[in-house]
């Protein structure tokens, strides 16, 4: 029997009816920005089917339970100190307010107010730009801990450096030592929960974060733990933007060369990532750590560096990292350069950008020259061409792939971190970033950056004039999506 075209006009009718409703109820049942909410409601009328697919991958928010895992775990907020060291800060006398510039002291007020972030001074930092000086490093440091070893990774994959890494804690369990591992569930996609069995037989401890053990009943791509911690006997810690894994290292030929920037912290600055790390443990595992003593030892450090471990995430509003680069931004008298992989800020970001180069800041942005997410990769081409005919100096990094997370800022004051300059990282990812106050390591960060431009091209406004239309259409049609990207 045929069927009418009258009948297919109403079937299509009432299909487009009811995924519009759908898709209005959906959008607006969780709480999100007005960008966030025009994006999806884009998606799902003009897609339908399969933006409701997109959605179940990119747009669910985590349950309230979950985010409330995390903000319960405030035992070591240490309030009464925090207060004591803000009351110090305030004044012109204190040895804190000696240390450090007046701009400094609104940025430490501005953690200490959005996320309870201790201002630690005496640090001493090596900076990290190689996946392999990076890993010998780390590794040696492991290998001498005799207390505990505590890691989080957002990519901890089941391959060479992977297995190294794991056969160390192994032996290291094995040996007595305290081992406990987080990793998130989609960033070691192919990392199955039996590759860290051995470990846990030997009396380490490995676990998804937020106890996460599939990605079959947890395909959310949003609200991951992208955070990099290692803190080894509470005395030594590690916190940047490489993750566990061979392409980390330059051994993927898509990628080849992997430029991203590390931290080794000795000091004070290493209780703060501990204490990131106790709280996202106990929000994940059901053995949680109750004794923090131990975790904390008497570090007779003498360093240069103050500095603030600063996080973000969806179980706040505040996006403290992002208020972090604005406060960098803004602050700027002279100079502002950034790397990031990828370049999709949101409006306050760009209107920041866009306020410093016009007042006659050099600000200066490097991103790939290669994608690892095509819409991304575009959206972030997007940004690029509209912030180079602004007077912004924008770099393609040409010698492999562009991963670091800095800025630096007047040559003062530095950060490095898990963060990208994007809205994911801004409100839907768990981040980690320290804020340094040195001029010494803003030196250093500024002559790396000098010698990654010798391995980039600039992207003039002229040069942006001669991309295809095409590749215009698809940079224009990705940055639609960068509420969600």
Known sequence: MLISWELIRTISYWIIVVNAIGAVF?????????????AWLLVLVLVPVVGFIAYAFLGRKLPHKRLDLIQAQTELELSEALEAQKREIGNMNSTYADQITTTAKAMVTLFQNSDNAFLTRKNRLKIFTSGNELFHDMLQDIERATHSIHIEFYTFYADKIGNEVLHLLERKAKSGIEVRVIYDSWGSMGTKRKFFDQLRANGGSAEPFLRTHSNLFDFRLNFRDHRKIVVIDGRIGYVGGFNIGDQYLGRD????NWRDTHLRIVGGGVFSLQQRFIRDWNATDKNKITAYKPYFPVNHVKGETSLQIVSSGPDSDLQQIKLGYLKLINSARDRIWIQSPYLIPDDSVLDALRVAAMSGVDVRIMIPNMPDHAFVYRASQYYARQLADEGITIYFYRN???????????????????ANMDFRSFKLNFEINTFVYDHKVADQLEQIYMQDVRLSKVMTPERFAQQSLWLRFKQTFSRLLSPIL
């Not at 492999?400 to 898990?418: E, L």
């Open 26 to 38: 959906t959008v607006f049942r969780e709480k999100r920005d007005i960008a966030a909410t025009w």
């Open 253 to 256: 030929p898509k990628f080849g």
């Open 400 to 418: 492999g792939f562009m991963h670091a997370k800095t800025m630096v800022v007047d040559g003062k004051m530095s950060s490095v971190g898990s």
